[in-house]
């Protein structure tokens, strides 16, 4: 079974930061695209960033500037760094591993962003 574990979550005041990671573990095949998405309390899940099998990337308007993403294959592992946090990025994060036949899910972590 594949699974995909986040870590890094937790209670930052406005203006800190924080890392996500999400290990990979398992059988998974034809990887495309490694994302971060994530889900504000009372709101839909939405993407915030992407890491494309070539390296490129891809960022929410609303983390452009202060949140990356990047990989380490090696660990097979996929990391957020979020810089310049505001009460508006508190949610829950995703980690999703993007197939040729599928997507894979992470159980999510919190974030929450409060002074």
């Known amino acids: 079974q594949v699974q995909l574990v986040e870590s890094g979550g937790g209670l930052v005041q406005p203006g800190g930061s924080l890392r996500l990671a999400c290990v990979a573990s398992?059988?998974?095949?034809?990887?495309?695209?490694m994302s971060w998405y994530r889900q504000p309390p009372g709101n839909e899940r939405a993407l915030v960033a992407s890491?494309?099998?070539?390296?490129?990337?891809n960022y929410a308007d609303s983390a452009k500037g202060r949140f990356t993403i990047s990989r380490d294959n090696a660990k097979n592992t996929v990391y957020l760094e979020m810089n310049n946090l505001k009460p508006e990025d508190t949610a829950v994060y995703y980690c999703n591993v993007g197939t040729f036949f599928r997507s894979h899910w992470g159980q999510g972590t919190q974030v929450t962003v409060s002074s």
């Open positions: 398992g059988s998974i095949s034809g990887i495309i695209s």
């Open positions: 890491i494309f099998r070539g390296g490129g990337t």
